[in-house]
């Protein structure tokens, strides 16, 4: 959550159960008893897995397979109870996708409903926004990754892999990204929803993304 976030990160935080939410169903504002809005949060933790959410505190004691206690502490002079939790489910901050599923552009209501219910239907693919790719990892193949340089504006990753696959960058997808392969232009997907990806050939590459504000600025004023 921040004061300007986008959308669909309103929305998938409304759906979550934040109170912050300014964009589509709000769970918080739900007319359901407490336990019935917990049991439904748990149910849609694999949609919070997918946002690389790995660390939960919660005000309430929380039950599910994917998650591990951490610590509890008291707070305030009433000494009310927290939880920490750490959520074992969590999607790396970036990684090479196993697989993925293509599917087109399409209103962003039509792809909420798309990436919820290819989530929460226990698929583990990777969801591209994209009409012409055709580019599919097999679970075979060999890959790895490592981050060079992470700023608030600048993340460059060393990728290896012995044939072409997509990597998946855990950042929303804004105005004012820019992706480079190797020094050159690559253009970035829309992956699950609101995240990042960019395809790469087979091969040992450097892949940079920057944040431009002037270049948000420049694409939304060009809507």
């Known amino acids: 959550y921040d004061n300007l976030m986008d959308r669909r990160s309103s929305r998938v935080i409304g759906f979550l159960g934040s109170d912050r939410a300014t964009a589509g169903m709000r769970l918080a504002e739900e007319k359901l008893p407490l336990e019935r809005k917990l049991d439904l949060i748990m149910a849609r933790l694999t949609v919070l897995s997918v946002f690389n959410v790995k660390y939960l505190i919660s005000a309430y004691p929380l039950e599910h397979p994917q998650l591990t206690a951490v610590y509890r502490w008291e707070v ?14 969590a999607q ?34 990777t969801l591209i926004t994209c009409v012409s790719c055709s580019q599919r990892p097999s679970n075979s193949a060999q890959r790895s990754v490592a981050l060079g340089t992470s700023r608030n504006q600048q993340y460059v990753f060393e990728v290896s892999l012995d044939e072409p696959s997509w990597f998946v960058f855990g950042q929303n997808f804004l105005p004012g990204w820019a992706a480079t392969l190797d020094g050159k232009p690559a253009v970035i997907h829309r992956a ?32």
Do not use: C, M
Request: hydrophobic letters at 35%.
């Open 76 to 89: 305030t002079r009433h000494k009310i109870p927290l939880y920490l939790y750490e959520n074992t489910g």
């Open 92 to 125: 790396p901050r970036y990684y090479i996708t196993n697989s993925v599923t293509f599917v087109p552009p399409a209103d962003e209501d039509h792809e909420w409903s798309q990436f919820t219910s290819h989530v929460l239907g226990g698929k583990t693919s």
């Open 192 to 223: 699950n929803f609101n995240l990042q990806a960019v395809a790469v050939p087979s091969g040992s590459h450097r892949i940079e993304f920057r944040f431009s504000p002037f270049l948000a600025w420049a694409r939304r004023g060009a809507r």
